[in-house]
């Protein structure tokens, strides 16, 4: 069941620490059309953090915010690129100031959220909050406020939003919110794929947040969502309870393989080059000359090989390939030419970086 909002726009405004953003530099780069900062000059790529709506929905309080800021943090997530920890909905009371101002719930939260924020914030990492406001003129307040804000909209795919989004935040939801099962996860992918073009640095496609580690999936299931969700250049936001998160949900969100192609610079989400009935093979380009690609088998029951060629990856033919299993962490021995074919196991993927031989 989706959320329910006072108004039609909703949005999660990420509170970054610094005023200085480093951009993100990528050979191969110069002059590329896609190259693009907004006003803010954050986003370049897809935000990473955690939030806690997928797994606490209203059950959340500033005990459980500090334990999770300190868990991203022990863990060596924070260090993998996960910094926002985002409090969704319910944190607010019912009642505002006399100026108006929203306040935290006293019950839930009863040292206030600039308190939190400051917690969160002496620990290395950045406070991301919930609230709802039309989206012009929240984000004319946003470019004002003297830190830059992260800005994400969220009206579920409504209004076209890929169209003028990146006028006013960094990033859109595409779609309704995800369930955690394995047909919720694939339609969201599709989706979120059908506008790939609208996505680029400073303005990203947003299929909702990570079910992994909630327990709605299989492990192979929750590979795909994780390749997924890297090959589309999508929001990394951890949504379960990383206090108490097992070794096999651990080794899929910290894959930092798959992190670097979500984080690549250039910024290109991938799309989906080839499908014959439940077998797919998704693509995109990277820096230094390089392509991921997703072999994708939907079949909930029978193995099958899949063949990406390279005339559906737009590569030459000709060119010989060094190949890279970003899941297995290694590079296969063989140099490849004109395609590559492997088998793939019911409702699971494999996901490889193609790089020429010079």
Known sequence: MEKTYNSMFSLMVM???SACIATVECRNLTDHPRRSLLANAIGLTPPMGWNSWNHFHCEINETMIKETADEIVSTGLAKLGYQYVNI?????????NSKGELLGNE???????KALADYVHDKGLKLGIYSSAGYPKMSRALRKADRPIFYSLCEWGWGEVPKWGHMFGNSWRTTGDIVDNWNSMITIADLNE????????????????LEIGNGGMTNNEYVVHFSLWAISKAPLLIGCDVRDIPKETMDIIANEEIIAVNQDALGVQGKKVKKDGDLEIWAGPLCEDRTVVLLLNKNSNESSPITAHWQDLDIDHETLIEVRDLWKHETLEEKFSRK???TVDPHSCKMFVLKPVS
């Open 15 to 17: 509170l970054c620490l």
């Open 88 to 96: 969704d909905d319910c944190w607010a009371s019912n009642q505002r």
């Open 107 to 113: 019950v839930t939260f009863p040292s206030g959220m």
């Open 194 to 209: 059908a506008i790939a073009d609208y996505a680029r640095p400073g303005a990203w496609n947003d299929p909702d947040m």
């Open 340 to 342: 590559l074919t492997t």
